[in-house]
């Protein structure tokens, strides 16, 4: 609480919660972050810190979009993936892809790619993005409309996803890699997210919580007639 108040509101929120962070802009809205329960962030953890959004699109009860993050030591990999269509259906898809990077998380992003593609060969598919970071360097592959960008030192780099679709549209997998800022931030998102976004707009929340980041974009830039899956990393120092 600030005063004259008995602190059961977001002060409360606050004591209870494990992580907790917010931002608030005149105007604009407000996005208030909370994590309660589980282990405290130390360990394999404290080296990079995640946020992601996952939301169906309206009407529909599941979710298209999936994601997946494993963290080990001072090396971290992801996947998100966008099952065709929309639903239940759409949402197997999804995550079955999710699946394929679960059974092996330290392998390279091609290779994960690559599995993924035999997994869901015969279903309707899915648009797929995989990396990695392991020692100073970012890895990934990526096959259809997931966008992935990686933010640091003011610069605003996209990464690129070749044209295709896993599971239907079999094409040769290629893996890009370049040199991980020590502080990136690497936002990857489906296309239920629109695409004209620039550093500027996220440049108020960049040193929060990844989780804040993820949910002002879903909040400012979501298309409003699409799944929203994105997910935000950020390399700690």
């Known amino acids: 609480s600030t005063r004259g108040t008995a602190g059961t509101g977001l002060g409360a929120v606050r ?7 917010a931002f608030s802009r ?6 208030v972050f909370t994590r309660v329960g589980g282990s405290p962030t130390t360990g394999d953890r404290a080296r990079f810190e995640w946020g992601a959004v996952c939301v169906a699109m309206p009407g529909e009860s599941a979710c ?3 994601w997946r993050v494993h963290a080990s030591g001072e090396d ?9 269509g929309h639903g239940p259906a759409a949402a197997a898809v999804a995550q079955q892809a999710c699946r394929t990077f679960e ?20 279903t309707r598919g899915a648009a797929v993005f995989v990396a990695a970071v392991s020692r100073g360097t970012l890895a990934y592959a990526g096959i259809g409309n997931v966008a992935g960008t990686l933010l640091a030192g003011g610069a605003h780099q996209g990464l690129v996803s070749l044209h295709g679709m896993v599971g239907t549209q079999g094409r040769r997998v290629r893996q890009f890699e370049r040199p991980w800022p020590e502080r990136g931030l690497l936002i990857v998102h489906t296309d239920g997210l629109q695409s004209r976004w620039s550093q500027a707009d996220v440049s108020a929340v960049l040193g929060r919580h990844p989780a804040v980041v993820a949910a002002l974009m879903y909040r400012d830039f979501r298309r409003g007639r699409d799944d929203v899956g994105m997910l935000a990393v950020r390399g700690n120092p």
């Open 15 to 21: 004591r209870a919660a494990r992580e907790c962070d």
């Open 64 to 66: 298209g979009d999936a």
């Open 103 to 122: 059974v092996a998380p330290d392998a390279r992003p091609d290779d994960v790619l690559r599995r993924a593609h035999e997994a869901l060969a015969g």
């Open 26 to 31: 005149p105007g604009s809205g407000t996005v």
């Open 76 to 84: 971290v990999a992801l996947l998100v993936a966008d099952g065709v």
